[in-house]
């Protein structure tokens, strides 16, 4: 378990002392440590964030309809996941501690917004757990940041850092760079092959888990954990041409989830938060209610 900071309640939430606008400011600023670092992990991702790369890690890590067959590579129960979950996100211009502490400061806001939605308590705890990613030597463009769809044009117009898409081998495929590309109008973003990393390698661990012990869990839970880094449709407006109906049916709770998310990071609940205490306090209980504390494959 990473070290404890100081105690975080769901009581006496204030609102964000930053101005919102300062949020998620992308900008390479030369010699600026934390924009360099940021630029330099989305030129990454975006130069080869493939269709193939992303169908490879997809039936690497089972997370393809059919696998019946996949060797997962641990099976852990949320709190085991939580145990090894020591990460820092370098895409974030935000936060620069252990991301555990983050899923946590995400889980108490919404304790405080929305008391009686305890599903989305559980959503907001476990959104970034996927990034366990990296104990399996993952590099972190593979493992965190905004996602996109691969697979159909890249519309940078709503993507962070547009420019380092140049390097893209599928910018130059007749197919892949067109405005559908292999998917057709009002598929539903469930069918596409989303930019890999943390939120595909978890939603396809609890759809599995779902599946296999009939945790009947509340259909947003997955659905948040799958799409909160879906910046560009959520926040940006794009790729709504491969919307259906369900997808605008959770639009909504995408972004309530997205303002937990992300104004987490300052205020009253900036504070590290002590795990060990909330955990006795709520959290075993509320894991135990939603997971049934049945092993995850990873």
Same mark, same amino acid.
């Given at each position: 378990?990473?070290?404890?900071?100081?105690?975080?309640?769901?009581?006496?939430?204030?609102?964000?002392?930053?101005?919102?606008?300062?949020?998620?400011?992308?900008?390479?600023?030369?010699?600026?440590?934390?924009? $360099?670092?940021?630029?330099?992990?989305?030129? $990454?991702?975006?130069?080869?964030?493939?269709?193939?790369?992303?169908?490879?890690?997809?039936?690497?890590?089972?997370?393809?309809?059919?696998?019946?067959?996949?060797?997962?590579?641990?099976?852990?129960?949320?709190?085991?996941?939580?145990?090894?979950?020591?990460?820092?996100?370098?895409?974030?211009?935000?936060?620069?501690?252990?991301?555990?502490?983050?899923?946590?400061?995400?889980?108490?806001?919404?304790?405080?917004?929305?008391?009686?939605?305890?599903?989305?308590?559980?959503?907001?705890?476990?959104?970034?757990?996927?990034?366990?990613?990296?104990?399996?030597?993952?590099?972190?463009?593979?493992?965190?940041?905004?996602?996109?769809?691969?697979?159909?044009?890249?519309?940078?117009?709503?993507?962070?850092?547009?420019?380092?898409?140049?390097?893209?081998?599928?910018?130059?495929?007749?197919?892949?760079?067109?405005?559908?590309?292999?998917?057709?109008?009002?598929?539903?973003?469930?069918?596409?092959?989303?930019?890999?990393?943390?939120? $595909?390698?978890?939603?396809?661990?609890?759809?599995?888990?779902?599946?296999?012990?009939?945790?009947?869990?509340?259909?947003?839970?997955?659905?948040?954990?799958?799409?909160?880094?879906?910046?560009?449709?959520?926040?940006?407006?794009?790729?709504?041409?491969?919307?259906?109906?369900?997808?605008?049916?959770?639009?909504?709770?995408?972004?309530?989830?997205?303002?937990?998310?992300?104004?987490?990071?300052?205020?009253?609940?900036?504070?590290?938060?002590?795990?060990?205490?909330?955990?006795?306090?709520?959290?075993?209980?509320?894991?135990? $209610?939603?997971?049934?504390?049945?092993?995850?494959?990873?």
């Amino acid at each position: 378990m990473p070290c404890l900071g100081a105690t975080g309640t769901a009581a006496g939430v204030e609102e964000a002392s930053r101005p919102r606008e300062e949020y998620r400011t992308y900008e390479l600023v030369q010699g600026d440590a934390t924009s $360099e670092r940021v630029y330099n992990h989305y030129r $990454e991702q975006h130069e080869k964030m493939t269709l193939d790369y992303v169908r490879r890690k997809k039936a690497e890590y089972g997370c393809l309809d059919g696998l019946g067959s996949y060797q997962p590579k641990a099976e852990w129960t949320i709190p085991e996941i939580i145990q090894r979950l020591d990460f820092f996100d370098p895409s974030d211009p935000d936060f620069e501690d252990n991301n555990l502490f983050h899923c946590y400061q995400t889980a108490e806001r919404a304790r405080a917004r929305y008391p009686e939605e305890r599903w989305l308590h559980f959503a907001a705890l476990v959104h970034d757990l996927g990034k366990i990613l990296f104990i399996w030597g993952e590099p972190a463009w593979a493992v965190c940041g905004d996602t996109y769809p691969v697979g159909c044009r890249f519309q940078r117009e709503k993507i962070v850092f547009p420019e380092t898409f140049d390097g893209n081998p599928d910018e130059m495929d007749a197919v892949l760079s067109s405005p559908l590309g292999i998917y057709q109008p009002g598929c539903g973003l469930m069918n596409l092959h989303m930019a890999w990393g943390h939120d $595909e390698l978890f939603y396809w661990a609890l759809k599995r888990a779902d599946e296999e012990h009939h945790l009947q869990l509340d259909p947003r839970i997955p659905y948040i954990v799958r799409f909160h880094s879906f910046y560009p449709w959520h926040s940006g407006g794009a790729y709504m041409e491969f919307e259906d109906d369900l997808d605008r049916q959770m639009l909504p709770w995408i972004k309530k989830f997205q303002e937990l998310d992300l104004y987490s990071k300052d205020g009253a609940e900036s504070a590290l938060p002590d795990i060990e205490k909330l955990n006795k306090e709520y959290y075993d209980q509320l894991i135990g $209610e939603f997971s049934h504390n049945v092993k995850l494959k990873l």
